[in-house]
């Protein structure tokens, strides 16, 4: 017979970490489930079992709420099909002091220029290309593939 009618102390221990790793899986999963648009609101409960030492089950079960998270800002994208920017020439708008970010996505090798702030990146061809920089210059500018001379984007930083 057992005088010790609990659980002990590393039993309790080992229960709680199980729950909390539980929790864990529980919201990378939730997480990862949801649509990158809707913040998430997300109560997870999970349960914990684990034989004592006196042949009884002993059940954890604990609740957390996670708070909303702000979503990543989504990055605008160009994309080029056969040299030609698809939809028409894209209106990128940025404030005056925030960070211009968008992504050019071609079948079609060339420079991606962005005038005004003279940037260059090179594009392979099914390849693509991000820009990230801070809008200190307020205007409209161009954004095209520089051999081609084909314009496929334009830049508008208001101050």
């Not at 081609?148 to 334009?154: P, S």
């Amino acid at each position: 017979m057992n005088d010790r009618p609990g659980l002990s102390g590393i039993q309790r221990i080992a229960l709680i970490v199980g729950a909390i790793a539980i929790l864990v899986v529980a919201y990378v999963v939730i997480q990862g489930a949801g649509d990158d648009e809707e913040p998430a609101t997300t109560a997870t409960q999970a349960t914990a079992t684990e034989p004592a030492a006196t042949g009884t089950t002993q059940t954890a079960t604990t609740q957390t709420e996670t708070e909303e998270t702000p979503a990543e800002p989504v990055i605008p994208t160009v994309r080029v099909v056969d040299a030609k920017p698809q939809g028409g020439v894209r209106k990128l708008e940025f404030d005056k002091g925030e960070q211009v970010r968008f992504r050019v996505v071609s079948d079609t090798a060339d420079h991606i220029h962005v005038h005004g702030y003279d940037l260059m990146k090179d594009v392979r061809a099914g390849g693509s290309v991000t820009f990230s920089f801070k809008g200190s210059i307020d205007g409209r500018f161009e954004v095209e593939l520089e051999d081609r001379g084909e314009q496929i984007a334009e830049l508008d930083v208001a101050p």
